[in-house]
């Protein structure tokens, strides 16, 4: 069974930065890519980065260089590193990993943590 743990989330002033992590305390599968979606209150599921298995990455247009991602295929986990950030940033951020299993591919997703920019 897979199961993605969330860390790192928590209360920082704008301009500050906060890493948050992603790892699978479960069974572990073929890494074929991981991302970080965000959902703010009263608005929809947008994504904020994402890898590939290969390390191609892509970024939401808001992020503008002030984030980083990385991933660890061996071990299922992930970084999610966020510079310089904004109030509007305030959202639970969730991570979705592709995960194969017997030549199944399926995504998962995390339980969520809470990121909070304010002064």
């Known amino acids: 069974q897979v199961q993605l743990v969330e860390s790192g989330g928590g209360l920082v002033q704008p301009g500050g930065s906060l890493r948050l992590s992603c790892a699978n305390s479960g069974k572990i599968g073929t890494f074929y890519g991981m991302g970080w979606y965000r959902q703010a209150p009263g608005k929809q599921r947008e994504l904020v980065a994402a890898?590939?298995?290969?390390?191609?990455?892509t970024f939401g247009d808001f992020v503008e260089g002030r984030f980083t991602i990385s991933g660890d295929n061996a071990k299922n986990a992930g970084n999610l590193q966020m510079n310089d950030l904004k109030p509007e940033a305030t959202a639970v951020y969730y991570c979705i990993m592709a995960l194969g299993f017997g030549g199944n591919r399926q995504g998962y997703w995390g339980q969520g943590t809470q990121v909070t920019v304010c002064s």
């Open positions: 890898i590939t298995d290969g390390g191609t990455t």
